[in-house]
């Protein structure tokens, strides 16, 4: 099985800048697509970003022109650089990834626990 754990959440003012990263950890796996979603209080949890295993890149409108997602394969671990934030950006963000999981041969989806972001107005 694989294992997500994000880290850099916190509180930030408006106008500033964090960085999320997420680490995948298991045994015998290969990471296919991941991405970042949050969930804010009282709404459905949303896309932010995602991309490929080739780099490819997709933005919620929101966050266009802000927020860049990265990937280091070697490292199985994708970040979210998070800038010019917004109170509307306060929300839990998780992250996703799709995994094959080589004993089974098998395409499975995980998620991380979550990790808390909050933007002071």
């Known amino acids: 099985q694989v294992q997500l754990v994000e880290s850099g959440g916190g509180l930030v003012q408006a106008g500033g800048s964090l960085r999320l990263s997420c680490a995948a950890s298991?045994?015998?796996?290969?990471?296919?697509?991941m991405g970042w979603y949050r969930q804010a209080p009282g709404k459905q949890r949303e896309l932010v970003a995602s991309?490929?295993?080739?780099?490819?890149?997709h933005y919620a409108d929101s966050v266009k022109g802000r927020f860049t997602i990265s990937r280091d394969n070697a490292k199985n671990t994708v970040y979210l650089q998070m800038n010019s934030l917004k109170p509307e950006d306060t929300a839990v963000y998780y992250c996703?990834?799709?995994?094959?999981?080589?004993?089974?041969?098998?395409?499975?989806?995980?998620w991380g626990k979550g990790t808390l972001v909050t933007v002071s107005s």
């Open positions: 298991g045994s015998s796996f290969t990471i296919n697509a």
């Open positions: 991309i490929t295993s080739g780099g490819s890149t």
């Open positions: 996703n990834a799709d995994a094959i999981i080589l004993v089974y041969m098998k395409l499975l989806n995980y």
